[in-house]
């Protein structure tokens, strides 16, 4: 499969992560030292007056895509890395089992917002010990703006990414969204691909790979 977009280190596929995971798992040649991604739920909650806060025409496109990942998929895509950071992953423990060492973003949202005041990643890491970041943007960039309806702070992903140590030098996120993972990984300059199925947030990725981007100054 050709990538629709290619540069600086970071590429993009357009299309169902399953058939690029085919080519890949056909070459055996493609390994990854992380998966970070933030794939679909599955669920089934999103409303425009609801928890979540999305506008009406963001939760009519979340209906559309928010399927559960089924397990066969899940499992394939984490045999590709060493590691992995799946958020949501409370959502699929059936799948990936039980873990040590929690990824928790403290979102310091006060009592009363419609988001929930914090996100979990499952994980692979064998520290043993929770690991709890706290960033008081509830979604989107760091003036709160989205251009995707579950679009998460470039600098969760960041810190997230740094848990790994040493540092990845090649990453993963095959349910890519708008590319806040890739986004990340560019700035720390580390190696990434993405795949994603809907074309516009393809388009949107690319312009924001594309805009120039400077050190990320959180601890």
């Known amino acids: 499969m050709k990538p629709y977009y290619e540069q600086s280190g970071v590429t993009i596929y357009h299309g169902d992560c399953r058939d690029v995971i085919e080519q890949w798992e056909g070459l055996r040649t493609t390994t990854f030292d992380l998966l970070m991604t933030d794939p679909p739920y599955g669920i089934s909650s999103w409303t425009a007056t609801g928890g979540n806060s999305l506008t009406v025409s963001e939760a ?17 895509v984490i045999a590709l890395a060493r590691y992995s950071v799946i958020w949501g992953g409370n959502y699929y423990t059936d799948i990936l089992g039980t873990f040590r060492t929690p990824l928790v973003w403290h979102k310091q949202q006060p009592d009363g917002m419609h988001f929930a005041q914090a996100e979990l990643a499952w994980t692979n890491f064998d520290y043993g010990s929770c690991r709890v970041f706290s960033f008081g943007i509830a979604q989107g960039d760091t003036k709160g703006k989205r251009q995707h309806p579950t679009q998460k702070p470039e600098e969760v992903m960041s810190w997230a990414i740094r848990q790994v140590r040493p540092l990845p030098e090649r990453v993963l996120d095959p349910f890519m969204g708008s590319g806040t993972t890739l986004a990340a990984a560019k700035r720390l300059g580390i190696q990434a691909i993405g795949i994603e199925l809907e074309e516009k947030y393809c388009d949107i990725a690319v312009k924001r790979l594309q805009q120039e981007t400077l050190p990320l100054e959180v601890a």
């Open 60 to 76: 009519e496109d979340v209906k559309k895509w928010d399927r559960r990942i089924d397990p066969e998929t899940m499992k394939r």
